[in-house]
């Protein structure tokens, strides 16, 4: 089932060049010659042993194995997903990307991944179509625009560009936004932060992929890991569908599922797992540039490139790992939608697609080492995890090669809970982004 650009110029393969090089001039020259691009990545045999076993090919599995090769030059490296590569959250999620945060350790930590976002398509060669269009946070009342100024000047302290703007500029900023008093529920200012925006999230993926595999590191879809060894508290390898496979460090790098893998090394994580829903519509001329989020509505809104709208909430009030849609759940933000934007009641859903996430008691993640040695966590991504993938997969290729979490992720170790020394982000996460 590999999927993606995978699967491109199969019957190229053995003779192209590989890893091709992406330019304006090498799209014309295959244009013009008709001549069809090599594979992205190529199927590897499954080998028996390797120094790290990465379980989940999503954002975070990947850019793992890309800065462990690029970084450290520890290559070799199996990456296991059990469907396709970005088959879980990273393939469905709506793709905004923000550093607002409230505590200065979570505004650091998503700051540095906008910074290697910022740079991504140049490092992998591979278009990931980040569009920094800035995003707008709604408050509807005196509590939201509290928290909102303490995340500005939270943010400010760290050097992260936000501010609480009145409506006239909120007006300007997002016209098609209904800010009259007699709304439903009137808009009252905004929490404003012009780095914000939006990526190609298989784009991202993808990229993320190629860049590890022409370094070595071996890709393994359809791998789904069934058991984790571990002796004398040390993990040893992992059992999967296919074959056993010994490996010094194993990295449980699977969201929604994480709780699952973590059991099987006999590791108890805080974390619940609930579905997650987002919409998207036809496509209608470009007319609304920001990201919107209304935290007390659990909506926001944002426009593609290709000029459909997508449509996110918050998480579904119940645990479970079905991944279908709900009419519950279209109702509910299609009537959110319209409240904020009553222009929108004639524009078509095109459809509705769900995911997992992996919610931990403070809405930050969980990063570093466990109690099993060798058995590494990046998890706890909830509904926001996809912007954190770079800074993650920076952060745990140098906790393995060095043996120890880097200060930027010190505040997220799997400790905190039993010491209590949470790091609380709700007040800025609680929203589905
Ligand atoms: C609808 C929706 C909207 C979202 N919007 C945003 C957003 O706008 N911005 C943002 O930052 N975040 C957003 N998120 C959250 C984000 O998608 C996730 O936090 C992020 O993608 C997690 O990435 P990951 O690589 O850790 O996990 P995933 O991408 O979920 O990858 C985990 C992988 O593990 C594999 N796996 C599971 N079990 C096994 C096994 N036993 N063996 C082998 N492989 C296994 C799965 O197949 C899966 O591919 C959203 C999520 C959803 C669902």
Sequence with gaps: MLRGPGTLGAANRGRAPYPARYSAFGLLRRGVMAEDWPAAWRPQPLKKSYDVVIIGGGVHGLAAAYYLAVNHGITDVAVLDKGYLGSGGSGRNTAILRSNYLTPEGVRFYDRSLTLYQRLATDLDFNVMFSRRGHLTLAHNDSSLRTMRWRAEVNKVEGVDSEVIDPAEIKRLAPPLDLSQDARYPILGALWHPPGGIIRHD????????????????LHQ???????????????????GKADIAAGVVLNATAGWCS???????????????????????????????????????????????????????????????????????????????????????????RQWSGLCDMTPDFSPIMGHTPVEGFLVDVGWGTYGFKAGPVSGEAMAQCIADGKPPEIISAFGLARFAEGDLVGEKGAAAVGH
């Design 203 to 218: 784009a991202v993926v993808w990229g993320y992929a190629r860049g590890a595999a022409s370094r070595g590191v071996h």
């Design 222 to 240: 359809e791998t789904e890991v069934t058991g984790i060894d571990v002796t004398n508290g040390r993990v040893t390898g992992v059992r999967t």
């Design 260 to 350: 699952l893998i973590a059991d099987m090394a006999g590791v108890r994580l805080p974390v619940q797992t609930f579905p997650l829903q987002a919409a998207v519509t036809e496509p209608v001329r470009p007319f609304l540039r920001t990201v919107i989020v209304s935290g007390s509505l659990h909506v926001y809104i944002s426009q593609t490139d290709r000029g459909e709208l997508v449509f996110g909430a918050s998480v579904d009030p119940f645990t479970s790992y079905s991944m279908r849609g709900s009419l519950e759940f279209i109702e509910n933000v299609a009537t959110h939608v319209l409240e904020l934007m009553p222009s929108l009641g004639k524009m078509r859903l095109l």
